[in-house]
Antibody, heavy 123, light 108 residues
Framework: QLQLQESGPGLVKPSETLSLTCTVS??????????WGWIRQSPGKGLEWIGSIHFSGNTFQNPSLKSRLTVSVDTSKNQFSLKLTSVTAADTAVYYCVRRWAESSGAFGFDPWGQGTLVTVSS | EIVLTQSPGTLSLSSGERATLSCRASQSVSSSYLAWYQQKPGQAPRLLIY???SRATGIPDRFSGSGSGTDFTLTINRLEPEDFAVYYCQQFGSSTAPFGQGTKVEIK
């Protein structure tokens, strides 16, 4: 059973860089049909897609975050990562890592999800 | 960039009733690329519906999705106590994957 687990600091200072890693277990990150992504949820708010990456390095990024965002993949460790620079309090959120799963008909879904990790931006 | 608008914001219903949730896209989207998620307090969201109408593994058949073009619907027949939650629609675009703002289904 595929499982995803986020890891990284729970507290980041304003103007610094938020860095998170997602470890994939129970399956290979090099599966050609899958993309791997990040989604966040500010306290009491809705879901915001951040970006997605294929093991080949192909990425899609939320235009509103693109200038501060780097998503990368480490196939040797079966992990993918998120870096968000110049953070502010508005970046405080629960960050989820997900797999973009592709069904044989061409439909997609985000499944499974990691449990999420709360990152607070504060001095 | 496609914007998804969900309505209503909150739906107050009793167990056993039917819930009808709407998701409207700012421009036409492929039915293959529309998904629905359920999120309960303190939990990660889970995939309910993909391809606008196909249930994900383990999802009860009281959940159904429909729609095309710009208008999509999630229907929950005979609400069970565990169905009271927040529901999000989401679209897989050519380069983005936006979510709707969510509909909360609460106990009346």
């Amino acid at each position: 059973q595929l499982q995803l687990q986020e890891s990284g600091p729970g507290l980041v200072k304003p103007s610094e860089t938020l860095s998170l890693t997602c470890t994939v277990s129970g399956g290979s990150i090099t599966s050609d049909s899958n993309y791997w992504g990040w989604i966040r949820q500010s306290p009491g708010k809705g879901l915001e897609w951040i970006g997605s990456i294929h093991f080949s390095g192909n990425t899609f990024q939320n235009p509103s975050l693109k200038s501060r965002l780097t998503v990368s993949v480490d196939t040797s460790k079966n992990q993918f990562s998120l870096k968000l620079t110049s953070v502010t309090a508005a970046d405080t959120a629960v960050y989820y890592c997900v797999r973009r799963w592709a069904e044989s008909s061409g439909a997609f879904g985000f499944d499974p999800w990691g449990q999420g990790t709360l990152v607070t931006v504060s001095s | 960039e496609i914007v998804l608008t969900q309505s209503p914001g909150t739906l107050s219903l009793s167990s056993g009733e039917r819930a009808t949730l709407s998701c409207r896209a700012s421009q036409s989207v492929s039915s293959s690329y529309l998904a629905w998620y359920q999120q309960k307090p303190g939990q990660a969201p889970r995939l309910l519906i993909y391809g606008s109408s196909s249930r994900a593994t383990g999802i009860p058949d009281r959940f159904s999705g429909s729609g095309s073009g710009t208008d999509f619907t999630l229907t929950i027949n005979r609400l069970e106590p565990e169905d009271f939650a927040v529901y999000y629609c989401q679209q897989f675009g050519s380069s983005t994957a936006p979510f709707g703002q969510g509909t909360k289904v609460e106990i009346k």
